[in-house]
């Protein structure tokens, strides 16, 4: 075959994947309808509701089963509005959560007309969030999974014979008109040309509302006849009784569509026989040429006519009714996107007009189209700046059919630096120390909260205890709860007064905060100037480059952040990155503590000097007065006496045989690790430990100087024990916080230069 042949043909086999656009008879959309009822039977706001539920993936409680909880969750919008994107757009977890909310509502609210205003300053991005809603609603709505079908009338002109004369029209005026009609009406016609010619003796019109095929059974019979079609299930009940289905029962078709049934009822004196000449086809939308979904700018000039015809049709309409009144083929641009989603991109220039236009339908649900009355049933979406608020006063009396979504920048920490890696590439977070990139991130959102935070006050009343995680103003704290966070260094008692109510009054003001500061764009600029200055080759960016950056480049941002914010960032990532390293060091000595109280519960029971193996173990021990006094220092903890020591020695030792060994080892057959001896020589020695994690950054010299020379070949040098110890806390680093084994080396030689063991050792 030759290669343009075969393109051809394939060409073909692809459209067979395609689905069919062919309209089928009423009779046998009704079995379609019968196979899968619900997916069937959806109003736009529906089909917006399953797009949404099909590519929004979460709504993960990070808290489940906090009694307090107010289900401010997770949300991954990434399928919704970043893969496949060119121009992606980042919603943060308010935001989201906002979203989500009016999602969950819309199919039940849809009764009444609504416009959904989504409200953000310069830069928030709401353009964008608005351009993938619809590209995305677009697609799915053209998928099996998406898809509805609207009517179509094929007016059978046999069965019409006896009412009409023979239509007239030769092929090649036809050809005429359809030149002269306007573009957007050229598809339909060419249908209705097509059919005609291909002998099949019929007139299709096409309901230019998009009119839902069973909105054509008569208002006052539609539930009678849903009733013989549907059995008694759960199904039929849904349908009957559950409100988002109102709308099945409550509709009426479009004028046209009312027209149509009219008169063929008129003359063929049976509704079945009428509806066998209503078909359906899957609606079909397509944004571009403003089909189910119209979408407007500021500049698009308005519409020469306020009303849509189509002269070649109304022409053949009106010969075969042989009467020019009974169907009047006119709609207005709104039936276009009737039963989709007409869009305002931005309440400006023309967009003012088309918002005031929007009024009637708004409170009637209908407008006039010359003289005629075209009912409107959409999801009416717009994107506006704040100064525009003031254009909403004339719908004043219609507030509960207006809804503003407020679109601040983003407020929480994870999605402001999900920008920054998609931007910048995955593999950013390589260039930088853990928590550094985040607390770029703070000081971004920083500029955009409101000093004062009368939620957080009311909750914390002496913002100053926290003086060592967070800042005066609690915003790094507000960030954490934005961010979806409870910090583990909160006390019990705040934790506690942390009710759902608070919880809400805190979310809450996140509608207001973020309506300043560094916008969207800004933060992407802002943050390339630090990388591309900061960045130095074989070193990671670490705090200091950071603050240095913003308190010497960026005077006038820090001018903008509360008093002592930076400070308290650098506190709070001191405070942060000791945890780590105690962690750390904890979690190493978890294998050795189980050795250390086997080998004693052991030893204790041998004399002075004696060498034996431990049963336990299998470790080879010289037991000596300062192999039981090394462990007991554990046990109990610096500063103790050597009596005391003995008295302890002999008191362990007792239970030991009375207890452990008797009862439990030898007659119950538990292991060691199992005995209750155990347990409470493992909480003492886990007390002490957790006491004393960061001893070797304060006492250890040899420590501290292997830690700085680890990527040397003189590590080797070092004993044995500090060589491991070291190890153990990068690795440990590593797999528990993520560091580099580079990153865990700067970051233990910057706890040590900064002396932060000592500094917050106490307070830890
Ligand atoms: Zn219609």
């Not at 919704?80 to 199919?107: C, G, I, K, Q, Y």
């Not at 914390?460 to 995680?469: C, F, Q, S, V």
């Not at 780590?580 to 109280?597: T, V």
């Not at 610096?638 to 009862?663: I, M, W």
Request: overall charge negative.
């Amino acid at each position: 075959m030759a290669p343009i042949d075969q393109a051809l043909h394939h060409l073909n086999k692809h459209m067979k994947g395609e689905q069919s656009q062919a309209p089928i008879p009423f009779h046998d959309f009704l079995q379609e309808m019968a196979k899968d009822p619900l997916c069937t039977i959806r109003n736009v706001f529906m089909v917006f509701h399953d797009l949404v539920k099909s590519l929004v993936e979460g709504g993960v409680d990070e808290y489940q089963g906090d009694p307090e909880s107010i289900h401010y969750v997770h949300w991954d919008f990434n399928r919704l509005f970043v893969t496949d994107s060119d121009n992606p757009f980042f919603a943060d977890r308010l935001f989201a959560n906002r979203f989500m909310h009016l999602v969950e509502t819309l199919p039940r609210g849809s009764r009444q007309n609504k416009i959904y205003l989504f409200e953000g300053p310069h830069g928030s991005g709401k353009s964008t969030f608005l351009y993938n809603l619809l590209l995305q609603f677009e697609k799915f709505a053209n998928t099996g999974a998406g898809c509805r079908y609207e009517s179509v009338w094929r007016l059978d002109r046999k069965a019409l014979d006896s009412l009409m004369q023979q239509e007239t029209l030769a092929g090649v005026e036809r050809l005429l008109d359809l030149l002269d009609s306007p573009e957007t009406d050229k598809v339909d016609l060419l249908k209705a040309h097509s059919s005609l010619h291909s002998g099949e003796d019929f007139l299709e019109i096409v309901c230019p509302s998009h009119d839902h095929p069973l909105l054509q059974v008569p208002k006052n019979v539609r539930r009678n006849f849903l009733d013989d079609l549907f059995k008694n299930d759960e199904i039929k009940w849904k349908l009957f009784t559950e409100k988002e289905y109102e709308w099945v029962f409550s509709t009426s078709p479009c004028t046209i569509c009312t027209s149509i049934y009219q008169a063929l009822l008129a003359r063929l004196q049976s509704p079945e026989k009428v509806l066998e000449m209503l078909y359906a086809r899957p609606y079909r939308f397509n944004r571009r040429m403003g089909e189910g979904i119209s979408v407007f700018n500021p500049g698009d000039m308005p519409l020469k006519k306020s009303s849509l015809s189509n002269e070649a049709l109304q022409n053949r309409i009106d010969n075969l009714f042989q009467d020019s009144n009974v169907v009047r083929y006119i709609y207005s641009q709104f039936a276009k996107s009737n039963n989709g989603i007409y869009a305002l991109m931005d309440l400006k220039g023309h967009n003012t007009d088309r918002l005031y236009q929007l009024h009637n339908i708004l409170s009637e649900g209908v407008h006039k189209v010359e003289d005629i009355e075209e009912s409107v049933n959409s999801l009416f979406l717009a994107v506006m700046n704040p100064e525009d608020k003031e254009k909403l006063d004339q719908f004043r009396s219609l507030s509960d059919r207006v809804e503003v979504i407020t679109m601040p920048y983003i407020l929480d920490i994870n999605t402001e630096v999900q920008i920054y890696q998609t931007t910048f590439g995955r593999h950013l977070e390589a260039h930088f120390l853990p928590r550094v990139l985040q607390n770029f991130a703070r000081v971004v959102i920083s500029t955009r909260l409101n000093q004062n935070s009368p939620a957080m006050l009311e909750w914390i009343h002496d913002p100053a205890k926290y003086r060592l995680y967070c800042d005066s103003y609690l915003q790094l704290l507000k960030m954490e709860i934005y961010s979806g966070r409870i910090p583990t260094w909160l006390s019990d008692e705040d934790r506690q007064r942390l009710t759902a109510k608070r919880r809400r009054r805190i979310i809450d003001e996140a509608v207001t905060d973020g309506q300043q500061g560094v916008s969207g764009r800004e933060s992407i600029n802002l943050f390339n100037d630090f990388f591309t200055s900061c960045a130095v080759e074989d070193r990671l960016i670490g705090m200091d480059t950071l603050k240095d950056y913003f308190t010497k480049k960026r005077k006038d941002l820090v001018k903008s952040l509360p008093e002592g914010f930076l400070d308290a960032l650098l506190r709070n990532y001191d405070y942060s990155v000791l945890q780590d390293i105690k962690e750390a060091l904890y979690y190493y000595n978890e294998d050795q503590i189980q050795k250390d109280i086997l080998n004693y519960l052991f030893a204790i029971n041998f004399e002075m000097g004696t060498r034996q193996v431990c049963q336990f173990t299998g470790e080879n021990l010289q037991i000596t007065e300062n192999f039981l006094a090394e462990i007991e220092s554990r046990l109990l903890g610096p500063g103790t006496t050597p009596d005391q020591r003995k008295a302890f020695r002999l008191d362990t030792q007792k239970t030991y045989t009375a207890h452990t060994l008797t009862q439990e080892i030898l007659l119950e057959e538990r292991a060691p690790e199992e005995t209750a001896l155990f347990r409470s020589l493992h909480s003492r020695y886990v007390h002490n430990l957790k006491e004393r994690v960061l001893e070797p950054f304060l006492r250890n010299e040899n420590f501290r100087r292997a830690i700085k020379d680890y990527s040397r070949s003189s590590f080797k040098t070092y004993d044995k024990k500090i060589q491991d110890d070291v190890q153990f806390l990068i690795e440990n680093l590593r797999d528990k916080f993520g560091y580099t084994p580079k990153g865990a080396q700067e970051v233990c030689i910057y706890i040590i230069d900064n002396n932060l063991a000592h500094k917050y050792g106490q307070s830890l």
